[in-house]
């Protein structure tokens, strides 16, 4: 269920509230990226400070506010912490394409709840925001990434070999899609 609180779509799912991220979350997004392994493949070293998060939660608004992008905060319905983020960069409007991302309080690790999240969000995606294909780019070791999406019907098309920089080194990524007309056929299914 999608809800529009004026800029920002609010997401129900049955366990979960996907919400705007505030200044007020700051110290839920430090409390999990600071653990190393929650961003391990997430392409920053584990944050130090509040600051850090407070940048994060900056980037979370410059990319809504150049359109490029939008970032939900996951949230427990009966708690409302944020326990991890997940959404869409590197928009491409003129080519209805997309990036997704997403991580995850490692507390709440192996429950199912970043596929509960990511496929709320690819319905709205899908749905709202006119998308035909969204892709998601993966490290070869980073295996509970790729099966989730794998589950929600993401197709390897192949490797990109040193395909990004980060943490002063090169990394292969996997190049993952979902188009529209599958995410449409496996909910008719």
Not at 73 to 86: A, D, P
Request: charged share 25%; glycine share 8%.
């Amino acid at each position: 269920m999608a809800t529009d609180t004026g800029t920002f779509p609010l997401l129900e799912t049955k366990r979960l509230v996907l919400r705007k991220v505030t200044k007020e979350d700051a110290n839920s997004l430090l409390n999990y990226l600071s653990d190393e392994e929650v961003v391990k493949y997430y392409g920053v070293e584990p944050f130090k400070s509040l600051g850090d998060a407070l940048d994060e939660i900056s980037w979370y608004q410059s990319i809504q506010d150049n359109k490029t992008g939008i970032r939900w905060g996951i949230t427990l319905k009966e708690q409302g912490t944020v326990i991890g983020s997940c959404g869409f960069h590197n928009i491409v409007s003129q080519h209805f394409r997309t990036e997704i991302g997403f991580e995850l309080s490692k507390e709440q690790w192996g429950k199912g709840i970043a596929a509960e999240a990511v496929e709320a969000i690819i319905g709205y995606g899908f749905e709202h925001m006119n998308f035909q294909r969204i892709e998601a780019l993966i490290e070869p070791p980073n295996l509970s990434s790729q099966k989730l999406v794998e589950k929600l019907g993401f197709i390897r098309e192949g490797l990109l070999r040193n395909y990004e920089f980060t943490c002063g080194k090169f990394d292969d990524l996997y190049m993952y899609s979902l188009l529209k007309q599958d995410f449409d056929e496996s909910k008719n299914s």
